[in-house]
């Protein structure tokens, strides 16, 4: 939540609760928090695993966060920092690795390079998943 910037809270008490995130393993046991949502209408969230990315996923279709939740200096930025990359593989660099990035940057920061006639390919784990761009010659 918080890297995302979304105002998400994490309570104790169902009472205080405006949500419910539980697993599916947990949701098919129907424990009696479940049933307790269920009977105040409270609205229950089911992620599939308990990871990162299924919750940052969560988080962003609650939330609707998308493209347009970039600001334009931010995005500015992404795009200079990539441009810089590829002049750099440009210029001699064998390969350059971006900073880890959300999907939705790390599919701008491929098209830039495929513009430019440079490969790319993403590396690692979210939430450290990052473009390397290098020469395709």
Known sequence: ANRLEVPAIVVKDLRDAQALVTLRSYYRKRQRVITDAE???????????????????????????????YSDSSLDAVVRETQAAIEAVLHGERWVDLPPA???????????????????????????????????R
């Open 102 to 136: 959300s999907a939705y940057i790390r599919r701008l920061q491929h098209q830039l390079a495929r513009q430019a006639n440079l490969g790319s390919q993403s590396h690692g784990r979210e939430p450290h998943r990052r473009v390397r761009i290098y020469r395709t």
């Open 39 to 69: 009977a105040r209408g409270v609205p229950i969230y089911v992620l599939r695993s308990n990871t990162v990315v299924q919750m940052e996923n969560f988080l962003r279709d609650l939330f609707h966060l998308d493209a347009g939740d």
